[in-house]
């Protein structure tokens, strides 16, 4: 293994990216909504809706080939994508970090109303189906995309899809792997509408992140995938290089299972962990992609983080950009990740739509694209039970 | 496969393990109390939350082997604070048991949904209820890879604290599969083992030397497994799952002496799934106060995942 003060000679870049969402099949349809303010949220009419109440939703929309479970049918989808973006030949020699907060659970739960009715019958238990449980939308991409390395699930709630490419890099890091698949996917089922709806997380009508009147979030479905690999050895193969993952913070609020500490006092280690290890300090930063729930409680914790960190370099661009697809829980931290990406590369920054009224003091970006020369970004994502991660993005 | 071995080894400083005697015996798994209220943070949500926290196994199984590792590894529990210090669970069905409660709930339109069973449901809940009870704000996550998901969690314990990222990470797996999720494969039961993983340095405690991840379905990778065995020298194996197909993979019958040559040999430490990894590292560090020397711990998931510890 690779001695602590020389890691930084394997560095990891991203060399390809997919994504599944609401906006479409493809990260780009997501990335064209983004820029221009577009949400592809739409009123669910559903059971759930008539048992809880009106509620948006961003459906991902799947094509007839796509089969099973939707978490790993999307992560199939994206990992394709990246696959090909990356110029890797099938099956490439890499291993895959999924996130995921419920993905690959729908089947599973079928299986065990099946199970109780065969046991009512007298009749032999069902098996148990091989698209079912949380490893399971993993092995799927493995196996539909000929992956020869390990196969890992992670599972950090709504920072499922960050821990993820945290997780890959820091393998890429040390030396356990040189290529690895990493990303998140969640699919929308009565199950997760209905958790966040007696939670009361969910808003009955615009998703509106760091606004006054915010009062909620929207769920979408869909997944986010990157390519990451140990950079020279990217380089030898000319593959396009898109960005560079500078560095990963991890931590836990130890606070409360659903809401974060006030303050955002986990939040702010994560940050601190992510800068440390990217080795930038905060004036460096030149654009923040929040978390951005829309729920009073992650924005406020997340305001106070960002303010500690950025008092005395005013701070940069912030940007939310949840309400664009509804916040797809264990994908999102992967899918804006990629955004970061994009957000470097093209030196244009998405609005936060919803955001009309900003509370606070924060540079929100909002009403409409926002243009700068970014060379860093930090993506941010928090999940129940106080899972904080941030990965600092630079260019190549 | 492919392993890392880590030049500045991490010390294994305390074990925690809960399992059933039998692990043949359903009943004795699912039907033994464990009440353990003074492990339970206090109730933020009222007396409801406290009872859904109570009853749910999955949490309650990490806490209490969160603490006995604590405590085995003489670390105060009023002294385990901050930042630094992180949790890693691995899983294979996390509180599998509650998404079927919460389940049979969402399917009667009488039923009132509890929101405190349904963040339960989240395979993160056990590492967030042992950070919340021991104050440990640094790396969390939760690994759901299936039966190689312990010794995956112990592993990316020792990338944290070999890589700076923290100073202690309290690590392992957790199985509470209830009565039905303990058909749903190979048989499962539940049990919990984690282990303390340290930077710190201490005489007399094990280190975990290096690492290993590959797919077992192929025979080279169970053949490099076996290979790993000899060039780390081992002195014992602890083969977490039954591993005779393994065995037969290997091209070497049914002959374990041939595949892993050792002085002693472990063989099925138990059938908690996602916990048997790290209870095979608890084996091991046992072995080596009999046999001093070097352990490989395989835990091998029956999708052909295969996670190796060397722990010496």
Redesign the interface.
């Known amino acids: 293994?690779?001695?602590?003060d020389a890691?930084r000679g394997r560095r990891v870049v991203v060399t390809g990216v997919g994504a599944v969402t609401a906006a479409g099949i493809g990260v780009e349809p997501w990335w064209r909504s983004a820029l221009e303010g577009r949400s592809h949220l739409t009123p669910e009419n559903g059971p759930i809706a008539a048992?809880f109440g009106p509620l948006s939703i961003g459906r991902a929309p799947l094509p007839a080939g796509a089969e099973g479970e939707r978490a790993g049918a999307a992560a199939i989808l994206a990992a394709r994508e990246a696959i090909r973006g990356a110029g890797l030949e099938e099956p490439p020699d890499a291993?895959l970090v999924l996130g995921?907060?419920?993905g690959g659970?729908q089947p599973?739960?079928g299986?065990?109303?099946a199970?109780?009715a065969a046991d009512a019958r007298g009749e032999a238990?069902p098996p148990?189906p091989p698209d079912a449980?949380?490893?399971a939308p993993?092995?799927r991409v493995a196996r539909a995309c000929g992956l020869?390395g390990?196969?890992?699930?992670?599972?950090?709630?709504c920072s499922s899809g960050a821990?993820a490419i945290a997780?890959a890099c820091?393998w890429i890091?040390?030396?356990?792997?040189d290529l690895m698949l990493a990303g998140g996917a969640e699919s929308l089922t009565?199950?997760v509408l209905?958790?966040f709806a007696?939670?009361?997380t969910l808003t009955p009508g615009l998703m509106r992140p760091f606004d006054r009147r915010r009062d909620g979030l929207a769920l979408g479905e869909g997944a986010a995938i990157v390519v990451l690999e140990e950079r020279e050895a990217a380089r030898r193969r000319h593959a396009p290089v898109l960005a560079e993952i500078l560095g990963a913070?991890?931590?836990?609020?130890?606070?409360?299972?659903?809401a974060p500490a006030p303050e955002g006092?986990?939040l702010g280690?994560a940050i601190d962990?992510a800068l440390a290890?990217a080795r930038l300090d905060a004036s460096s930063v030149g654009l923040v992609n929040a978390h951005g729930t829309g729920t009073v409680h992650n924005d406020r914790a997340e305001a106070a983080a960002l303010r500690r960190l950025f008092r005395r370099c005013g701070g940069p661009p912030i940007n939310a950009v949840k309400p664009v697809t509804g916040h797809t829980l264990g994908a999102s931290g992967a899918l804006e990740t990629i955004l970061c990406i994009r957000a470097i590369r093209s030196g244009l920054v998405p609005p936060t739509i919803g955001c009309e009224e900003p509370e606070g003091d924060l540079d929100i970006v909002r009403g409409g694209v926002r243009r700068g020369g970014m060379t860093t970004a930090l993506s941010l994502s928090c999940?129940?039970?106080?899972?904080n991660v941030v990965l600092a993005v630079g260019a190549p | 496969m492919r392993f890392v071995r880590f030049d500045a080894p991490p010390a294994l400083a305390g074990f925690g393990l809960v399992t059933v005697r039998d692990s043949g015996s359903l009943a004795l798994g699912i039907s033994g109390a464990i009440l353990r209220d003074d492990l339970l943070p206090p109730a933020r949500s009222g007396p409801e939350d406290a009872e859904v926290r109570r009853r749910d196994r999955y949490g309650m199984l990490a806490l209490i082997a969160a603490r006995e590792a604590l405590e085995q590894a003489g670390v105060g529990l009023d002294g385990v604070a901050g930042g630094r210090c992180g949790v890693i669970v691995g899983t294979t069905h996390a509180s599998a048991e509650r998404n079927g409660r919460y389940a049979r709930d969402l399917a009667d339109p009488e039923a009132t949904l509890s929101p405190s069973l349904f963040v339960r449901t989240t395979s993160g809940a056990a590492a967030a209820d042992i950070a919340f009870a021991f104050k440990m704000g640094g790396p969390g996550r939760t690994f759901a890879s299936g039966w190689t998901a312990g010794a995956e969690a112990i592993a990316a314990a020792a990338r944290s604290v070999v890589a700076g990222t923290a100073d202690l990470v309290l690590a392992g797996g957790v199985e509470a599969p209830g009565p039905i999720f303990a058909r749903s494969g190979p048989f499962i039961s539940e049990g919990a083992a984690m282990a303390v993983v340290t930077s710190r340095t201490a005489a007399g405690r094990r280190r975990l030397i290096a690492c290993g991840r590959g797919h077992g379905d192929d025979p080279t990778d169970l053949r490099a497994v076996a290979d790993a065995s000899r060039a780390f020298e081992c002195d014992t194996v602890v083969l977490a799952n039954d591993l005779e197909a393994d065995a037969r993979l290997a091209g070497s019958g049914d002959d374990l002496d041939a595949v892993f040559p050792a002085r002693a040999r472990w063989l099925r430490v138990g059938a908690q799934a996602g916990a048997l990894g790290a209870a095979g590292v608890v084996v091991g560090c046992a072995m080596g106060v009999e046999i001093p020397g070097r352990s490989l711990v395989v835990a091998r998931d029956p999708s052909g995942e295969v996670a190796a510890l060397v722990i010496g």
């Open positions: 293994m690779t001695p602590p890691r048992r291993g995921t907060c419920l659970m599973a739960l299986w065990i109303a199970v109780a238990a148990f449980g949380l490893a993993a092995r020869l390990p196969i890992l699930t992670l599972s950090t709630a821990a997780e820091a890091r040390d030396g356990g792997a009565p199950f209905s958790g007696i939670l009361q913070g991890t931590s836990a609020d130890a606070h409360h299972m659903t006092e986990g280690r962990a290890e999940g129940f039970g106080g899972h």
